[in-house]
């Protein structure tokens, strides 16, 4: 059934804000009941024409570009989860059944119904939605599925619906007795203006809710949580402090409505006398979680305060005294007290995501901590030595799943980063994070891992991105998978979802050196060189020693046809690895007698001297940029028998231009399948 609104009045065209206030002041004469089921108002009676967009809630969705946005954001969707999205819109209000949606969304397919269970709740995922409280999607027992929003067609039309209720009591529904007597009878417009002055009340309701939310200083939709700060400085425990800042982010991650800067955003705010408030606005958040703790024998003490960004008010302090045996308790209690706090209505997944504990051994989770705190350094040693802390910690406890996906990522970076063969490296990835997904099958970071290790080891291009998916349906807000994915499409010369992955990751974590500078790499790989270059002036003023931006900004001004700007930025950032400084000097030296040519067959050599496990890719890229084509193939095709994950970059890699019509290069994509 649907009401038609009277929105039109001396030529005043009413917008949703004014819905609410309409409902609450008509009386029956203000009402039509409309003949059909829905009925759509026009913004203007000289234009009516549909646009091909519609809108619900904060998003809007183009079914032919087959995107959908939310607040001017890309909201990442697997094909069939969109596909199912269109269909629930163009049956919005009506009940279809699950043989409707799998004959509509897999046609002619042969798929199990767990198939459409599992893309519903992709779907509730992507628009935040919750079976508990749904305001796009309600599940109706023994029926199928109804979607209930407001949908505005070209974002120009409102439509506004009243749900017919046939004895069947929805997951949102006040019966009115035990006989279920509906409450919004059929047919019956004083019971349906009675139904829609309720709704209205409960709708201005909602809306005071949240005007006042959180001590009427606007709602808190992004936080920090800072690494904790000992009590006595001479007896830090760095891996506790950051142990748990990092644990109470995946915990606080959970919350869909909350957007949690990572452990690798805040990991440099460890000093003591760091300001809660400045780092805050240096991360562009709304609030800030900062404590300190102090580890005693086998007691835990921890005061933690909860601070506005915007004027340094506090929002929640408490002190919490804890055995170490009960750390994990301790890590809820805190989690559920934040929520609190910021008047975070918890929904029952969201309850089970924070009380889900990875293992109940404290000992094998502080060698777990102790193994995330030197992985983080992603230097060679560090990673090897927390391969080390994981493995203790899986001695304590063969069934810690984080931990096998700690293991998993470490071994993965090791490879990525040609620390060592990456046929030593992989392999012993892959073994980790299969045993964490055996082990538990709902942990976002094992996908995007493996995402990785099928794309840089394995060259399962499709088994990848249906891994950076499932990855971002589970963690929606996870800004590490995000640059992931987007580097991988970049990779695949899908440029603009790249970028819009890549955003996306941005607006998670702003300040992110990588993410920035991927960005700027793709830019570059879309051969828009003056835009990258923008871009790397942007990473360098976040982190003025950053080499890869020099590096690769270089290249945008060699490629520009600007070959002494290029020379400048290219010595500088191999300066700032590390490097012998007499080996730069000799590059030096060969750039300015024999140009870039001379410049990068010195780089090539240099390479190939070192003692270490180097990669022939790079090699390979060198002589490619030295001109030599039969030198830069050769090493390329030692790259392939490597399985040199740099392989992977083959199709966009901007010194092989000059390789891309020669039947070599031509074989060797099609083995890796690109």
Not at 61 to 83: N, S, W
Not at 398 to 426: D, Q, R
Not at 509 to 521: E, K, M, R
Request: aromatic content about 10%.
């Amino acid at each position: 059934m649907s009401v038609k609104l009277p929105v039109e009045t001396s030529g005043i065209v009413f917008k949703r804000s004014a819905i609410l206030a309409i409902f609450a002041r008509a009386g029956p004469k203000s009402l039509k009941i409309g003949a059909k089921r829905f009925q759509k108002i026009p913004k203007s009676r000289m234009n009516d024409q549909l646009e091909k967009s519609i809108s619900f809630g904060k998003f809007e969705l183009d079914p032919d570009r087959r995107r959908l946005l939310k607040g001017g954001e890309p909201v990442a969707l697997h094909a069939k989860t969109f596909d199912l999205l269109v269909f629930l819109t163009e049956n919005k209000g009506r009940v279809v059944s699950k043989d409707e949606i799998l004959d509509a969304v897999w046609a002619g397919q042969f798929v199990e119904e767990a198939n459409l269970s599992v893309q519903i709740s992709a779907l509730r995922k992507a628009l935040g939605d919750s079976t508990q409280a749904p305001r796009f999607l309600v599940t109706v027992p023994g029926k199928g599925y109804k979607f209930i929003a407001d949908v505005h067609a070209g974002g120009d039309e409102i439509v506004v619906e009243t749900h017919k209720i046939e004895r069947v009591v929805l997951e949102t529904d006040f019966v009115a007795s035990k006989n279920d007597v509906p409450v919004f009878a059929p047919n019956r417009r004083r019971n349906l203006v009675l139904g829609l002055s309720a709704i209205a009340l409960m709708g201005v309701g909602v809306f005071l809710f949240r005007a006042l939310t959180v001590s009427s200083g606007g709602p808190i939709t992004s936080i920090a949580v800072l690494p904790f700060k000992p009590l006595v400085e001479n007896e830090r425990n760095e891996s506790l402090e950051l142990g748990m800042a990092d644990s109470l982010i995946a915990k606080l991650s959970g919350f869909e409505e909350l957007s949690v800067r990572p452990i690798s955003a805040v990991r440099k705010y460890s000093n003591a006398d760091q300001d809660a408030v400045a780092a805050g606005r240096e991360q562009q958040v709304d609030a800030v979680l900062d404590g300190s703790i102090q580890q005693s024998g086998p007691k835990i003490r921890m005061t933690l305060r909860l601070v506005r960004v915007k004027d340094g008010s506090l929002l929640w302090t408490n002190q919490f005294d804890e055995s170490v045996t009960d750390i994990f308790r301790l890590q809820d209690s805190i989690s559920e007290r934040v929520a609190d706090a910021l008047e975070i209505r918890l929904t029952n997944l969201q309850k089970d995501r924070i009380a889900k504990r990875f293992t109940e051994d404290t000992e094998a989770y502080q060698l777990y901590l102790l193994g995330r705190f030197h992985f983080a350094k992603r230097r060679r040693d560090a990673v090897l030595k927390s391969v080390e802390y994981f493995d203790q910690a899986l001695q304590k406890d063969p069934n810690y799943a984080l931990a096998y996906t700690a293991k998993g990522a470490a071994f993965s970076v090791l490879g990525w980063y040609e620390f060592i063969p990456p046929h030593e490296a992989y392999p012993k990835a892959t073994a980790a994070i299969e045993k964490a997904l055996e082990l538990d099958n709902t942990i976002a970071e094992a996908y995007g891992v493996r995402g990785n290790i099928k794309r840089n080891y394995d060259w399962d291009l499709p088994g990848s991105e249906s891994d950076y998916l499932r990855a971002l349906e589970l963690e929606p807000n996870n800004a590490t998978i995000h640059h992931w994915y987007g580097l991988a499409l970049s990779l695949d010369g899908r440029f603009d979802e790249g970028l819009a992955e890549l955003k996306r990751a941005q607006h998670l974590d702003p300040l992110s050196i990588v993410i920035n500078n991927a960005v700027g790499g793709t830019l570059s790989f879309a051969r828009r060189f003056d835009e990258a270059i923008a871009q790397y002036r942007h990473v360098l003023e976040l982190e003025p020693d950053y080499p890869f931006a020099y590096i690769e900004r270089g290249t945008c001004y060699f490629l520009l046809g600007r070959p002494d700007e290029a020379k400048d930025e290219w010595l500088k950032g191999i300066s700032l690895l590390g490097d012998n400084q007499q080996e730069v000097g000799a590059l030096r030296a060969a750039y300015d007698s024999g140009g870039p040519i001379a410049f990068f067959r010195g780089l090539a050599e240099q390479t190939k001297q070192r003692g270490a496990y180097v990669s022939s890719y790079n090699v390979a890229v060198f002589y490619a940029g030295a001109g030599d084509k039969e030198q830069a193939l050769d090493w390329l095709e030692k790259a392939y028998a490597e399985r040199s994950p740099g392989m992977v970059a083959i199709n966009v890699e901007l010194f092989f231009d000059n390789l891309r019509s020669e039947p070599r290069f031509l074989e060797l994509k099609g083995k890796i399948g690109i």
